[in-house]
């Protein structure tokens, strides 16, 4: 098998591979003045999200894949082409993830209430 074959096959085994988002059952979030504002309550980590950004939170229910959100969502909302949107969102979605703000995972999340 020549390199580019291969290259080919990994890149559709990623594409096939979902992405599925949550938020964090340990956030505070509020919309204010046209601004989603997100905070962590177990570090204070906060972050004023922009308007791609509060699409991306508000629809990430971690039953609808990433890449469903960004076509549905994202491009249908703001000028954007699929490619740049979801490399934007992926970006945004490890950022996020990585403060313990949304949860991400390759099958859908299913979150127990809090009690």
């Known amino acids: 098998m020549r390199m580019s074959e291969r290259q080919g096959e990994e890149r559709e085994t990623r594409e096939m591979s979902e992405t599925y988002i949550a938020r964090s059952p340990a956030i505070a979030a509020r919309m204010l003045a046209g601004e989603m504002m997100v905070m962590n309550s177990a570090n204070s980590t ?6 791609v950004a509060t699409t991306i939170w508000q629809a990430a229910d971690g039953h609808t894949p990433l890449s469903e959100i960004v076509r549905n969502h ?5 000028e954007v082409t699929l490619e740049q949107a979801q490399a934007d969102a992926e970006r945004f979605v490890a950022d996020l993830a990585g403060h313990g703000i949304l949860l991400v995972s390759d099958r859908p999340i299913t979150l127990e209430p809090i009690q």
């Open 46 to 51: 906060f972050f004023t999200l922009n308007e």
């Open 74 to 78: 994202v491009c249908e909302k703001f």
